[in-house]
């Protein structure tokens, strides 16, 4: 596919001796937003920790840009263009906004004020607390921290682990704002969320896991009106 | 009482240097390093080592220059010692998840080989660097000697340095970083085992001149580390454990509780001080006075 960025293919993965994921596909296209959505226990996290290389393959292949990039270390796929945000314990509590935004562009320093600026101006929640704690700042205004330590390298392609984790009806709307917002700016998003509808309002195409394998797969429409998926994820 | 105030805080820049060391190492790495105080005689022995044996036959180097490159170049080898024992003993533990009472034993064992192996080669009693016994000077009528003085000045220069180091440099702030979320870290391109092994040089070269400057001021002996470990301890956890500011400020509280102690108890019991400072410590605030980082 000329348009693909990403590509996980038949991937066994997990944290013991046991397979999470057993055997799971995706790909995310150029500038797409591709969501992954599933049950507790799926293994929709366990797979962008794969990808991240935080997990190792155990059998399959990830791609980036069809270089494989399968049980590279983490730093190493920072460097290739990857740009990951965990679910929680995503921030550097006791670093300042910027110092934080400055770890996002540890691997290459170069640009980094004018980054810093961008960044700032997709979040400008944060642009009079760059100094202050990013330990003391509120949960949205931590999870935009980041986003942005992850976007300030512009990465080609954002790992999204559950970016609405624990915050409010209000905040969560703001951060699928921002999500479209740096999408519009020409990145593909991976991500994954248990806010269902919401996310497949926003993606491209989704995927469904299940029980770590392959369910369903479609555009963000067609799985938001599919009955199996109403039924199960979106409440009925 | 001002003479004691003076020596507490010539004995607390020492205590300070080793408590800094052995806090950050804590704080990355959640490793309580028994043989921190063997690093700081280890310091002082190589001190003696590289001037006797290398410097000291060169008979146009002055005994102050002979000194001085003869503590550099041993405070950087503790360093590269300290990195050495991460590649060889810390980093497998930790990649095998070792608990914490097998860190702890393994750290009182590299504790007990090290200090044997320096009773070994040098023997258990003194050593002399033959340097002339310096006089005190009077300040204010306050008496203090030429290395008292250097190693308040040596102290407060390495805690500026390393506050510095921390605030204003890439290492530093990925250091502090990793402090605050290993995995994170790695996540976001810093390389771990790199600044892993930067603390580690850290820790141990501070440690060396802990060792170096109380060496100078006292003796070398081949105890003097483990007898400095309780105060360091004692201050690690009074500045509350894994904040390295906290180590500073709890190194130098130790030093003047201890030395302004002689007003009431004799000099032999001064290092129960230290127990007692701990023991309320962690009774009233176990979290240290800084409560965290």
């Known amino acids: 596919m000329m348009n693909e960025i990403l590509r996980a293919k038949n991937v066994f993965s997990g944290y013991t001796d046991l397979n999470i994921l057993e055997g799971v596909s995706i790909e995310v296209e150029r500038e797409e937003i591709v969501s992954i959505i599933g049950p507790n ?149 991976l991500v994954v969320e248990q806010n269902a509808r919401k996310i497949l309002k926003v993606c491209d195409r989704g995927y469904v896991l299940e029980m770590g394998e392959n369910r369903l797969k479609g555009t963000g429409k067609e799985l938001l009106n599919n009955k199996k998926v109403e039924e199960l994820y979106l409440g009925g | 009482m001002l003479q004691l105030i003076l020596n507490g805080l010539i004995t607390g820049s020492i205590i300070a240097l080793g408590a800094i060391g052995l806090s950050m190492i804590y704080d990355i790495l959640g490793l309580v390093n028994f043989a921190h105080g063997d690093f700081m005689t280890f310091g002082g022995y190589l001190t003696f080592f590289i001037s006797l044996t290398f410097l000291r036959p060169i008979s146009f180097i002055p005994l102050t220059y002979d000194l001085l490159l003869s503590a550099i170049l041993a405070i950087i080898g503790v360093g590269l010692f300290s990195i050495l024992l991460d590649k060889i003993i810390w980093k497998k533990l930790r990649k095998k998840g070792a608990g914490t009472v097998t860190l702890l034993i393994t750290a009182i064992g590299i504790a007990l080989a090290l200090r044997n192996g320096i009773v070994f080669i040098w023997g258990s009693g003194t050593i002399s660097l033959g340097i002339p016994i310096s006089q005190a000077i009077e300040i204010f009528g306050l008496k203090i000697t030429f290395f008292e003085i250097i190693s308040i000045l040596v102290a407060i220069t390495l805690m500026l340095l390393l506050d510095f180091l921390l605030k204003n440099t890439k290492i530093g702030k990925a250091m502090r970083a990793l402090s605050d979320n290993q995995s994170l870290a790695s996540i976001t391109g810093i390389n771990v085992d790199k600044i892993i092994s930067y603390t580690w040089f850290l820790g141990g070269a501070y440690a060396a001149t802990g060792g170096i400057l109380y060496g100078l001021i006292t003796s070398f002996r081949p105890d003097m580390g483990w007898i400095l470990l309780l105060p360091i301890f004692a201050a690690v956890i009074l500045g509350s454990i894994g904040n390295v500011y906290g180590a500073m400020v709890g190194g130098l509280i130790i030093g003047l509780a201890q030395e302004t102690s002689l007003v009431f108890i004799g000099s032999r019991y001064k290092i129960a001080v230290s127990f007692l400072l701990l023991i309320i410590v962690l009774l009233v605030k176990p979290e240290g006075i800084f409560g965290g980082k």
């Open chain 1, 41 to 189: 226990g799926a293994g929709k996290s366990t797979l962008l920790k794969t990808i991240f290389g935080l997990l190792e393959t155990r059998k399959g292949k990830i791609y980036l840009r069809n270089e494989e990039i399968s049980n590279l270390k983490p730093n190493e796929i920072v460097k290739k263009g990857m740009g990951y945000v965990p679910q929680s314990k995503n921030i550097f509590p006791s670093l300042t906004v910027e110092e934080n935004l400055e770890m996002g562009s540890y691997i290459d320093e170069s640009g980094f004020e004018e980054s810093k600026q961008e960044v700032l101006s997709i979040f400008p929640d944060l642009k009079d607390k760059v100094s202050a704690k990013t330990g003391d700042l509120s949960g949205g205004q931590q999870q935009m921290v980041a986003m942005g330590r992850a976007l300030i390298l512009d990465p080609d392609v954002i790992l999204l682990d559950e970016p609405s984790a624990g915050l409010s009806p209000e905040l969560v709307n703001v951060v699928f704002e921002k999500i479209k917002e740096i999408n519009k700016a020409g990145m593909s998003i």
